[in-house]
């Protein structure tokens, strides 16, 4: 079985998480990158696909460690219980 659209919402989350312990907006980080805020909103809802290097440059931006990410990114893919990957106003 391949990756199935689900599954880029997994990595759309982690990386949502990842930009809320930098505590930057969407708007911010899109700035930081030079793209629009589309760009990011699309990933984070996993509506565009993002290869490993542009997760990478992502990663960088939010000055976080990008093995933290893949792992979030692990625990989702393996069902982690809600809270475990942190995404601010989340229940």
Same mark, same amino acid.
């Given at each position: 079985?391949w990756?199935? @659209? %689900?599954?880029?919402?997994?990595? /759309?989350? &982690?990386?949502?998480?990842?930009?809320?312990?930098? =505590?930057?907006?969407?708007? #911010?980080?899109?700035?930081?990158?030079?793209?629009? #805020?589309?760009?990011?909103?699309?990933?984070?809802?996993?509506?565009?696909?993002?290869?490993?290097?542009?997760?990478?440059?992502?990663?960088e931006?939010?000055?976080?460690? @990008? %093995?933290?990410?893949?792992?979030?990114?692990?625990?989702? %893919?393996? /069902? &982690?219980?809600? =809270?475990?990957?942190?995404?601010? /106003?989340s229940?």
């Amino acid at each position: 079985m391949w990756v199935q @659209p %689900r599954e880029y919402k997994y990595v /759309g989350d &982690a990386l949502a998480a990842a930009r809320d312990r930098a =505590g930057l907006t969407q708007a #911010q980080l899109a700035r930081l990158l030079r793209k629009p #805020q589309s760009f990011v909103s699309s990933y984070e809802r996993g509506q565009r696909r993002i290869d490993v290097l542009e997760l990478l440059r992502i990663v960088e931006a939010l000055r976080d460690d @990008p %093995r933290k990410v893949f792992i979030d990114i692990i625990e989702l %893919r393996a /069902g &982690a219980k809600p =809270g475990k990957v942190k995404r601010r /106003g989340s229940t």
